[in-house]
T-cell receptor, first 113, second 115 residues
């Protein structure tokens, strides 16, 4: 199993550009989530999904969209990037009712100029 | 709303010594999970240990153990026989098993193990 994969590893955007951060898992996990990590602020939940077709907002959802058309994939879209979205983004997945342990991807470092 | 507090931004410990990282949380719920994750310089998040709130026995994984005080809402991590490879950021996290179904993370403690 590859676990949780994220692409790209690093991206530079200009203000106003759009992009999609990809996340995929091959463990058939129902729950998937996106976090951003900023210095001194830990991991903050952006959006999460409890299954295909079901998504909900986390703590910091503004400026981000998600969809969950399949169990495996959970892309995060930035429609109009802003410098405040410069961060490291992590995708994670977990199996409901199986200890709830989250498995994380390697992260995507995003720089918005 | 649930919150997780890690009051020690940075700590250091001598190799082979023992160190305890503190974590407190706030919730009105009775059923939940607590986690400690490690993030080494590679940035990969790694599960260290997990505790189910309904279990009174403290979880243990090799050199890592927790002191879970449910009434005090405290969940500290003890690392025994510290090794250089333990140098990392450590995050405490809370997960409620029903309702909002969100993981809440603390701000982290940066641990440095000194040779």
């Amino acid at each position: 199993n590859a676990g949780v994969t994220q692409t790209p590893k690093f991206q530079v955007l200009k203000t106003g550009q759009s992009m999609t951060l990809q996340c995929a898992q091959d463990m058939n996990h129902e729950y998937m989530s996106w976090y951003r990590q900023d210095p001194g602020m830990g991991l903050r939940l952006i959006h999460y999904s409890v299954g295909a077709g079901i998504t909900d907002q986390g703590e910091v959802p503004n400026g981000y969209n998600v969809s969950r058309s399949t169990t495996e994939d959970f892309p995060l879209r930035l429609l109009s990037a802003a410098p405040s979205q410069t961060s490291v983004y992590f995708c994670a997945s977990s199996d409901r009712g199986a200890g709830e342990t989250q498995y994380f991807g390697p992260g995507t470092r995003l720089l918005v100029l | 709303a649930q919150t997780v507090t890690q009051s020690q931004p940075e700590m250091s410990v001598q190799e082979a010594e023992t160190v305890t990282l503190s974590c407190t949380y706030d919730t009105s719920e009775n059923n939940y999970y607590l986690f400690w994750y490690k993030q080494p310089p590679s940035r990969q998040m790694i599960l260290v240990i997990r505790q189910e709130a309904y279990k009174q026995q403290n979880a243990t994984e090799n050199r890592f153990s927790v002191n879970f005080q449910k009434a005090a809402k405290s969940f500290s991590l003890k690392i025994s026989d510290s090794q250089l490879g333990d140098t990392a950021m450590y995050f405490c996290a809370f997960f409620h098993t029903s309702g909002t179904y969100k993981y809440i993370f603390g701000t982290g403690t940066r641990l440095k193990v000194l040779a």
